[in-house]
């Protein structure tokens, strides 16, 4: 498998601990993360499910939490057949703002004869349309924050 890595961040002015609440609360992440609604529970683990899409045109990621550590990092691992690879949150103090980090590593699942040019194509499509996802959520998170 080959992995392409989007990392989107942004700084907000609120305590690292309301920014994990806020960021870990699965239930009000459709707050933040477009057309997605995510349940699941807590804890190396646990089960995270997000249906993201409009009406019957849309996909469910499946997830494993791998790496729990409050307030600091979650990591989830993407068992589904759309969405492969981790997920990782961040949270980090910055003096008088928190940095609050998301970074996927997505697997794409190719042949070996076939991965430097997926890799290049991937790079160059999923990378800009996964980061300007990203980077919206945040912004609409930072609001809600």
Same mark, same amino acid.
């Given at each position: 498998?080959?992995?392409?890595?989007?990392?989107?961040?942004?700084?907000?002015?609120?305590?690292?601990?309301?920014?994990?609440?806020?960021?870990?609360?699965?239930?009000?992440?459709?707050?933040? $993360?477009?057309?997605? $609604?995510?349940?699941?529970?807590?804890?190396?683990?646990?089960?995270?499910?997000?249906?993201?899409?409009?009406?019957?045109?849309?996909?469910?990621?499946?997830?494993?939490?791998?790496?729990?550590?409050?307030?600091?990092?979650? $990591?989830?691992?993407?068992?589904?057949?759309?969405?492969?690879?981790?997920?990782?949150?961040?949270?980090?103090?910055?003096?008088?703002?928190?940095?609050?980090?998301?970074?996927?590593?997505?697997?794409?699942?190719?042949?070996?004869? $076939?991965?430097?040019?997926?890799?290049?194509?991937?790079?160059?499509?999923?990378?800009?349309?996964?980061?300007?996802?990203?980077?919206?959520?945040?912004?609409?998170?930072?609001?809600?924050?």
């Amino acid at each position: 498998m080959s992995a392409l890595e989007i990392t989107s961040r942004i700084q907000v002015r609120a305590d690292p601990q309301r920014v994990w609440e806020l960021a870990m609360d699965w239930s009000r992440q459709r707050e933040w $993360v477009p057309a997605t $609604v995510v349940r699941g529970g807590t804890g190396v683990g646990a089960q995270v499910a997000a249906r993201t899409g409009v009406g019957p045109a849309g996909f469910t990621d499946t997830m494993v939490i791998t790496e729990w550590d409050p307030p600091r990092r979650c $990591v989830v691992q993407h068992t589904g057949r759309v969405v492969r690879g981790r997920g990782v949150f961040e949270v980090v103090p910055r003096g008088e703002v928190t940095e609050f980090r998301w970074t996927e590593l997505i697997d794409l699942p190719v042949p070996a004869s $076939v991965r430097p040019a997926a890799t290049v194509i991937g790079r160059w499509t999923v990378v800009p349309l996964t980061r300007l996802g990203l980077d919206y959520a945040l912004r609409r998170f930072a609001r809600l924050v």
